[in-house]
């Protein structure tokens, strides 16, 4: 089974969801990783070609085509990212394509994977006729196994003979720069059962004494209690760090698919709220009065 991955970047660094993948295919046979920009590539493990084509756009999916018709890979692994799909999917006219996978495994030749399906709901198998395309979810694989010594090939872009469709001329970022929840260790995470906006400066006051950031569901954002680059879910960002603290959240599809972190620890009334069957931990208490007690504690440990 030969693997190639793609290798994402993005303002000149590669995501750790690169990591992820070649962890991954490490586990399946000979691998190999594409890199289009002209990042550090030197901390991937293996072979890795790198085209210094810009920052990744969705044109560079013409360089994708060409390395495939180079190497002839059985499978190609992408992360399930916004700019990785958005390659992917043009990719998907001429290739099977398996989104939302979570676990890829190589048997006789064949490749199997595991994958969410109705916003998570089901899980499916799948069978993918080779070479096929497997879009793999963040926080599926341990990106340290995929971190190493490169051994580093360069490619023209006019070897290649694709020519660009598309001028990236840069990011528009948030004018106001705030914390990447997806990069976080601890997340301190609230949703509606906070109840009220001046109960977020307690999830604040924990999230510093353990040394995190505070996130929340989707009804948070909403309301503008926390910015738009605080959310977790299908429609915000990927936790994926040591701890996530789940506080007043119920637990829905669309937010689990979000929580990636090793150790999840709810908090929630209601004994059969959802959240619980993704916890390591789980507490049935009103939040606003086990916030306190919990900030008391902590300092007094930290402080003791
Ligand atoms: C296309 C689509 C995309 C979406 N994307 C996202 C997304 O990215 N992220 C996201 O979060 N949601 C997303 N949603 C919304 C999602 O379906 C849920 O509506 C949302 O996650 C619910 O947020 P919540 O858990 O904070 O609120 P609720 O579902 O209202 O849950 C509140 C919870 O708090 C508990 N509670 C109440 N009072 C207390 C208290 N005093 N102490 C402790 N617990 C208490 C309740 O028992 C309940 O379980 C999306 C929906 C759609 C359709």
């Avoid at 044109?59 to 190609?76: F, G, M, Q, S, T």
Wanted: overall charge negative; hydrophobic content about 40%; charged content about 25%.
């Amino acid at each position: 089974m030969k693997v190639l991955v793609f290798g994402e970047v993005v303002d000149g660094t590669i995501q750790n969801i690169t990591y992820e993948l070649v962890a991954c295919a490490k586990k399946l046979g000979e691998y190999l990783t594409l890199v289009t920009s002209d990042a550090d590539v030197s901390s991937i493990d293996g072979r890795v070609i790198k085209v210094n084509a810009g920052e990744t756009n969705p044109w560079h999916y013409k360089i994708v085509e060409k390395v495939i018709e180079r190497e002839n890979p059985d499978l190609i692994l992408f992360g399930n990212t916004s700019s990785s799909v958005d390659i992917a999917s043009q990719l998907s006219a001429k290739l099977p394509v398996a989104t939302s996978v979570y676990e890829v495994s190589a048997e006789n030749g064949e490749v199997i994977v595991k994958s969410l399906s109705y916003g998570g709901k089901i899980i499916v198998e799948l069978k993918l006729t080779t070479p096929a395309i497997a879009v793999v979810n963040v926080g599926s694989y341990n990106a340290e196994d995929g971190k190493g010594t490169a051994s580093v090939e360069e490619i023209e872009i006019d070897e290649l003979g694709v020519r660009d469709g598309i001028e990236f001329l840069g990011y528009i970022k948030p004018e106001e720069e705030d914390v990447d929840i997806s990069k976080a260790e601890v997340v301190v995470s609230v949703g509606r059962g906070i109840g009220d906006e001046t109960n977020i400066e307690m999830a604040e006051e924990l999230a510093e004494l353990l040394g995190g950031v505070v996130a929340g569901s989707r009804p948070i954002i909403d309301q503008g209690w926390l910015p738009k680059t605080r959310q977790v879910g299908r429609s915000g960002k990927t936790v994926t760090g040591k701890l996530y603290l789940a506080l007043g959240i119920s637990g829905a599809t669309e937010h689990v698919e979000g929580v990636k972190a090793k150790n999840v620890i709810a908090v929630n009334t209601d004994k059969t709220a959802p959240i619980f069957r993704v916890s390591r931990l789980g507490i049935v208490a009103d939040v606003n009065e086990l916030l306190p007690t919990l900030v008391d504690k902590i300092r007094e440990i930290k402080e003791g």
